[in-house]
Nanobody, 121 residues
Framework: QVQLVESGGGLVQAGGSLRLSCVFS????????WGWFRQAPGKQREFVAR????????EYADSVKDRFTISKDNFKNTVFLQMNNLKPEDTAAYFC??????????????WGQGTQVTVSS
């Protein structure tokens, strides 16, 4: 069981930056991956980025590539999402999640409660 708590959301103007944090607790293993997802009102949840246990091999959705950076600090048990050059279409609730067996399944097992990001034009 892994618990996840996101923070760092807020209201920002287009072109601005925010850094989201996801503090995790519980037993974790080196096979796990951490992901960020987002869901805008009336839309399906979509993948944003993911990173492995060691903080390596980041992957990004095309829509955020070159603007967002995912990172992981195992000493602080925290995963970060640095978001630069934000656009109004980035407005959504952002969720942190963990997949315990990414080599066998795409589904994530544990989710945080989410943090709201609103980008004004």
């Amino acid at each position: 069981q892994v618990q996840l708590v996101e923070s760092g959301g807020g209201l920002v103007q287009a072109g601005g930056s925010l850094r989201l944090s996801c503090v995790f607790s519980g037993t974790v293993f080196s096979s796990y991956v951490w992901g960020w997802f987002r869901q805008a009102p009336g839309k399906q949840r979509e993948f944003v980025a993911r990173i492995n246990y060691w903080g390596r091999s980041p992957e990004y959705a095309d829509s955020v590539k070159d603007r967002f950076t995912i990172s992981k600090d195992n000493f602080k048990n925290t995963v970060f999402l640095q978001m630069n050059n934000l656009k109004p279409e980035d407005t959504a609730a952002y969720f942190c999640a963990v997949n315990s067996d990414p080599s066998r399944k795409p589904d994530y097992d544990w989710w945080g409660q989410g943090t709201q990001v609103t980008v004004s034009s």
